[in-house]
């Protein structure tokens, strides 16, 4: 799985859009760039998925660049409840059944 | 979390006692993942399991064993824990090995301490 590099943490208002960058420069064309966070001791949740198209759901937006080497994810109105840490995970589509590496991930925190 | 039960959620043991936690899932996805979470390390994959009684090491398996008999749970022991096991653990589901089209559905995580 081709390396992802994250800030480690980032500021934003509340209501304002956060955009959360991540850097994936060795990304091979059958991988697919993964979001997931982890709000305080909880267990990581699934936030979006692509593999070169934008791609938009009820949480967040992802949007990857042409080269498919960075994207960002959106978090259109952030609101308190969205402090947690964000993982950007690259894995290929077809690969096997052995699980996702998890990096540091940037902790995102959402001032009042 | 919807589907996937962690047991217990907290746990104290002491030093050389054997443990097994417990993860339990309703969804029938073929494919279950334990990892451990400690300050500094991020989550680290410790065994998985593609299927009934086939399972697989992670990157930090020394220590532990795991068993699936059904599809529905996934057994992490520790057969003689030790202080360096004290950790938070999270059990995971998935669909597909890829995850590609479900995605991943972690538990809610068992805590434990060992004195």
């Known amino acids: 799985d081709a390396k992802t590099t994250q800030p480690p943490s980032m500021d934003c208002a509340e209501g304002r859009a956060a955009n959360l960058p991540c850097n994936h420069s060795?990304?091979?064309?059958?991988?697919?760039v993964y979001w997931y966070r982890q709000i305080h001791s909880q267990g990581p949740q699934y936030i979006i998925h692509?593999?070169?198209n934008n791609e938009t759901n009820e949480m967040a937006s992802l949007i990857i660049t042409e080269d498919r080497k960075s994207s960002t994810l959106i978090l259109p109105h952030a609101t308190l409840r969205d402090t947690a840490v964000y993982y950007c995970i690259v894995r290929a589509g077809g690969g096997g059944a052995d699980g996702l590496t998890f990096g540091k991930g940037t902790h995102l925190i959402i001032q009042p | 979390d919807a589907g996937i039960t962690q047991s217990p959620r907290h746990k104290v043991t002491e030093t050389g006692t054997p443990v097994t936690l417990r993860c339990h899932q309703t969804e029938n996805h073929r494919y279950m993942y334990w990892y451990r979470q400690d300050p500094g390390h991020g989550l680290r994959l410790i065994h998985y399991?593609?299927?009934?009684?086939?399972?697989d090491k992670g990157e930090v398996s020394d220590g532990y064993s795991v068993s699936r008999s059904k599809t529905e749970d996934f057994l992490l022991t520790l057969e003689s824990a030790t202080s360096s096991q004290t950790s938070v653990y999270f059990c995971?589901?998935?669909?597909?090995?890829?995850?590609?089209?479900?995605?991943?559905?972690f538990g809610s995580g068992t805590r434990l301490t060992v004195v």
């Open positions: 995971a589901i998935s669909e597909r090995g890829t995850g590609v089209n479900y995605g991943y559905t």
């Open positions: 060795t990304i091979s064309g059958n991988e697919y």
């Open positions: 692509g593999l070169k």
């Open positions: 399991s593609y299927g009934v009684k086939d399972t």
